[in-house]
């Protein structure tokens, strides 16, 4: 009986082994592994559970992304309607899911659609919201510059011009834009330089007319207008002939105000003014 029988010892390290312990009582490393396994298993299944149970509630089946469709505001804005542009392009623009690239194309249709019809300012806001969330498109840098132009800012312009040429340097408009702009500025510079100056020497001033006019800064730019104007007709004659008779009847004008200055009934700016208007041919002051 006593050589069939388990040992006392045999069958107490079997028992700890099957449980889970080491000689020393303690847990095995690989049931605590079983043990974790087991936790981290129920942490999973009790998520599980809990999803399942909130989808039970809300109906069962999990919501769906929403998309935003551009393509009735891009539609309408190409068949300049207004009226479903504004709905159509405000459902998108308006919509915080609404994904970047169709923001900026339904800004873009919309601005352009603005600008159409002469909303400029609304054009612009829709250009500068572009710009803020894509600071590379040259074309909407020379769109807005154009705007900028139509409200009258040139400053705005040149920069929104100069802007896109950074881009792009061969981009045309803005080449073209920024080309003409600039020479608008050096004009505008060289005017504010001279105003109030007439087109001759006021230290050389001897005549009362001449005196006059140093003396009046209206009168003095109309006298550099009168000058500036002659000078293009010259340029613009068509043989040497006729520049000497523009010449000539310039001449004539200039002896015909030193002679009248300070006669009773003679109006200097009149005479200058009408002077103008034969030069341009179109009414002026």
């Known amino acids: 009986m006593m050589d069939s029988a388990v040992p006392r010892q045999d069958l107490r390290q079997d028992l700890r082994q099957s449980s889970g312990q080491d000689s020393s009582g303690l847990p095995t490393a690989r049931n605590m592994r079983f043990q974790k396994l087991i936790q981290s298993s129920g942490a999973a299944l009790f998520c599980a559970l809990s999803f399942a149970a909130a989808q039970?509630?809300?109906?069962?089946e999990p919501a769906a992304v929403i998309q935003v469709d551009v393509a009735p505001c891009l539609a309408a804005a190409a068949a300049d309607d207004m009226d479903k542009a504004a709905t159509a392009c405000a459902a998108v623009?308006?919509?915080?899911?609404?994904?970047?690239a169709d923001l900026?194309?339904?800004?873009?249709?919309?601005?352009?659609?603005?600008a159409r019809h002469d909303q400029i300012d609304r054009a612009i806001a829709d250009d500068s919201r572009v710009l803020s969330l894509d600071p590379a498109l040259a074309d909407i840098w020379n769109a807005?510059?154009?705007?900028?132009?139509?409200?009258?800012?040139k400053p705005k312009a040149v920069q929104d011009f100069g802007a896109a040429l950074k881009i792009d340097?061969?981009?045309?408009?803005?080449?073209?834009?920024?080309?003409?702009?600039?020479?608008e500025i050096e004009r505008i510079g060289a005017q504010m330089a001279v105003a109030g100056k007439p087109s001759f020497n006021c230290a050389r001033a001897r005549r009362g007319a001449e005196k006059a006019i140093c003396g009046n800064r209206e009168l003095a730019d109309l006298d550099r207008e009168i000058f500036?104007?002659?000078?293009?007709?010259?340029?613009?004659a068509g043989s040497p002939a006729e520049a000497r008779k523009i010449q000539r009847e310039q001449d004539e004008f200039i002896a015909r105000r030193n002679a009248g200055?300070?006669?009773p009934g003679y109006d200097l700016k009149k005479a200058m003014q009408e002077r103008l208007r034969?030069?341009?041919?179109?009414?002026g002051y």
């Not at 623009?93 to 970047?100: F, S, V």
């Not at 500036?228 to 613009?236: A, D, F, M, T």
């Open 169 to 183: 340097p061969n981009h045309e408009k803005a080449r073209a834009n920024h080309k003409a702009m600039a020479r």
């Open 93 to 100: 623009i308006d919509n915080e899911k609404t994904a970047k």
């Open 104 to 114: 900026i194309k339904a800004l873009i249709a919309r601005a352009a659609l603005h």
């Open 278 to 283: 034969q030069i341009n041919g179109v009414d």
């Open 56 to 60: 039970a509630a809300t109906g069962g």
């Open 261 to 263: 200055y300070g006669r």
């Open 144 to 153: 807005r510059g154009e705007l900028w132009l139509k409200k009258g800012d």
């Open 228 to 236: 500036g104007s002659h000078l293009r007709v010259i340029r613009e």
